[in-house]
C-alpha cells in the first residue's frame, strides 16, 4: 500500500487533536516551529540524525 506522505500526517495529526486534545496555540507553535526549522541552516544536521 502506498499512502502519500501528507495524507499519513494528516491523518496521524487529525487523530492525535483529537484524542490528546492539546491547546490550539501548542499546535500552532509545532506546525510553525517545524516549518521554520525544516528551512534553517539545522536542517541538513537533523537529516543526517534521522537517517542514520
Given amino acids: 500500500?502506498?499512502?502519500?506522505l501528507w495524507l499519513a500526517l494528516?491523518?496521524?495529526g487529525g487523530l492525535g487533536i483529537k484524542?490528546?486534545?492539546?491547546?490550539?496555540w501548542l499546535?500552532?507553535?509545532l506546525l510553525?516551529?517545524?516549518y521554520l526549522l525544516a528551512d534553517s541552516l539545522l536542517a541538513p544536521l537533523i537529516d543526517?540524525?534521522?537517517t542514520k
Wanted: hydrophobic residues 60%; neutral net charge; proline residues 14%.
Fill in 27 to 29: 499546535v500552532a507553535v
Fill in 32 to 34: 510553525l516551529g517545524g
Fill in 1 to 4: 500500500m502506498d499512502v502519500p
Fill in 19 to 24: 484524542l490528546i486534545r492539546p491547546p490550539w
Fill in 48 to 50: 543526517t540524525t534521522i
Fill in 10 to 12: 494528516i491523518v496521524v
